[in-house]
C-alpha cells in the first residue's frame, strides 16, 4: 500500500478526539508486545471470564440453528420483553418490549440516542466528570456540550441547582451515569429527585440516565431516575451487559425510552448496524433470565478490591483520593505532582502524570483531562488483587523519585 498519497478526512472525524480509555489500552498493549510487563488499570474491562451458563447460553443458540440472520433491528423480541421484565420488576420502570431497543453496547445506545435527538446548535448537559464518549457523541451528533461540575470535594457529584442555572432555551438532552464512571460516584435518592424536578419543569428537555454499572453499587440503594413519579416520559435509561456480567467483548446494551424514541432510535441503528449479533443476544438473554449470584460475586470482590486499594492509594504521599460508592474506579487527584521532575521528566499535567507512570512503573492508568478533570487520572481495580498491590507499590516508588 502506498502511504505517502492522502485524502482529506471529514470534519467530523478529524475534529474529533480519540476515546482515550481505548487509546490507553491500545498503549498498554504496545507495551506487552514489547514484552514489557505492563499492568492494565486503564480499561473498565472485568478481569472475570463471562459466566459459563452464559457462554453455554450462546454455544447452545448456535447449535440450535435458528440464529443465523438478520433479527428484528431493535432486537429479539423475546429478548426484549426479557429486559423489559427486568426493568419492570428490579429497577421499578414500568416498560414494555416495544420501548426497548437492544445495541451493539452501551457507547451505541447512546450514539443513536444523540444521533435521534439532537440537531446542530443543540446544548446537551453533561454532569462532569463524565465518561469519555458523552462528549465525542454530542459532537457526532452536531451538538454542543455544556458542563456541570462536581469535584473531588463533594464526590465529583454535581447539584440539581448547577443543572437548572446551565440549562437554557437551546438544551434538549442532559446526560449522567450513576453509578458514575470516571468518579465511581452514586447518586442518592433525594439526589435523583431534586435533580428531577429540574428536569420535569422543562418542557423540552430529555434526560439520559446511563446506569450501566447498577450492579456494582455499595451504598444498598439503587434507584433508576425513570421510576420517580413523571420521570418515565423525560428519561432514557441505558443498560447493558458489559460491566455487571463481564460480557464486554460480546457488546449488547440497551435502551429502555419512551415509544416514539425507541423508534427513532430503531431507524437510526437500521441503517447504522442493522441489529446487534444474534448470538450476543441469546448470551445475554441467558444472563437476565437466570439466577445472579455469579453477579453478586463478582460486584462482592469489586468491593473488597476497592477497599484495599483505598487503604494503599492513601499511602501515597500528595495522592488525594475518595472512597468510591461504585463503579469500579478510583478517580484521584494526582495535581500535587504537577511541576515536580525526576531530573529527566518533569510532569506538567495528568498527561504526563499517566506517561511518566506507564513509562517508569509500567501501569496503565488514563488521565483525567479526558473525563473532564484534569488535576484526576482514573484507576480501574477490574484487576486481580495481587495486579493491585503490585501497580500501586510500583505507583508509589516511581512517584517518591519526584521532587
Ligand atoms: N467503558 C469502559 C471504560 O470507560 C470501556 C472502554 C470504553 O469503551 O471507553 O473504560
Known amino acids: 500500500m502506498n502511504e505517502t498519497l492522502t485524502f482529506p478526512l471529514s470534519e467530523r472525524v478529524t475534529s474529533m478526539a480519540e476515546s482515550a480509555t481505548l487509546a490507553m489500552a491500545a498503549k498498554a498493549r504496545e507495551f506487552k508486545s514489547r514484552g514489557i510487563d505492563v499492568i492494565s488499570l486503564s480499561l473498565g474491562e472485568p478481569d472475570f471470564k463471562t459466566p459459563e451458563h452464559i457462554q453455554e447460553g450462546a454455544k447452545k443458540a448456535i447449535d440450535e440453528g435458528k440464529y443465523f440472520a438478520y433479527p428484528p433491528v431493535p432486537g429479539y423480541q423475546d429478548f426484549r420483553e426479557a429486559i423489559a421484565k427486568k426493568l419492570r420488576e428490579e429497577n421499578n420502570i414500568p416498560c414494555e418490549a416495544a420501548h ?14 444523540m444521533q435521534a435527538l439532537i440537531n446542530p446548535g443543540d446544548e446537551v448537559v453533561v454532569f462532569s466528570p463524565y465518561w469519555v464518549s458523552y462528549t465525542a457523541l454530542v459532537e457526532l451528533a452536531g451538538g454542543t456540550p455544556v458542563f456541570v461540575e462536581g469535584s473531588i470535594d463533594n464526590d465529583f457529584k454535581a447539584t440539581a441547582k448547577q443543572l437548572a442555572e446551565a440549562i437554557t432555551s437551546k438544551t434538549k438532552a442532559v446526560i449522567f451515569s450513576s453509578p458514575c464512571n470516571p468518579t465511581g460516584s452514586v447518586f442518592l435518592k433525594e439526589e435523583l429527585e431534586a435533580i428531577a424536578e429540574v428536569i420535569k419543569a422543562q418542557d423540552n428537555v430529555m434526560i439520559i440516565a446511563d446506569e450501566i454499572y447498577e450492579h456494582i ?22 443498560n447493558g451487559f458489559a460491566k455487571g456480567f463481564a460480557m464486554t467483548g460480546w457488546r449488547v446494551g440497551y435502551i429502555a425510552a419512551p415509544e416514539w424514541l425507541a423508534k427513532a432510535c430503531t431507524k437510526i441503528q437500521g441503517q447504522f448496524t442493522s441489529a446487534n449479533c444474534s448470538i450476543a443476544q441469546r448470551a445475554a438473554l441467558t444472563a437476565i433470565t437466570s439466577d445472579l449470584t455469579p453477579t453478586y460475586e463478582m460486584a462482592k470482590a469489586y468491593r473488597s478490591r476497592r477497599g484495599m486499594v483505598y487503604e494503599l492509594l492513601q499511602q501515597i504521599p500528595g495522592v ?9 474506579y478510583f478517580f484521584p487527584d494526582v495535581s500535587s505532582y504537577f ?19 506507564l513509562e517508569k512503573a509500567h501501569v496503565s492508568l488514563v488521565p483525567g483531562a479526558a473525563f473532564g478533570d484534569p488535576n484526576c487520572i482514573r484507576l480501574s481495580y477490574a484487576a486481580s488483587e495481587e495486579d493491585l498491590k503490585e501497580a500501586v507499590k510500583r505507583i508509589k516508588t516511581v512517584l517518591s523519585e519526584l521532587s
Open 100 to 113: 426497548i431497543v437492544v445495541s451493539n453496547g452501551a457507547k451505541q445506545s447512546i450514539a443513536n440516542v
Open 217 to 238: 453499587n455499595y451504598t444498598g440503594e439503587s434507584v433508576s431516575l425513570a421510576s420517580l413519579p413523571g420521570m418515565l416520559e423525560k428519561t432514557i435509561t441505558v
Open 320 to 328: 488525594r483520593v475518595n472512597l468510591p460508592q461504585g463503579a469500579f
Open 339 to 357: 511541576g515536580k521532575s525526576n531530573g529527566e521528566t518533569t510532569i506538567s499535567d495528568s498527561n504526563d502524570f499517566c506517561m511518566y507512570i
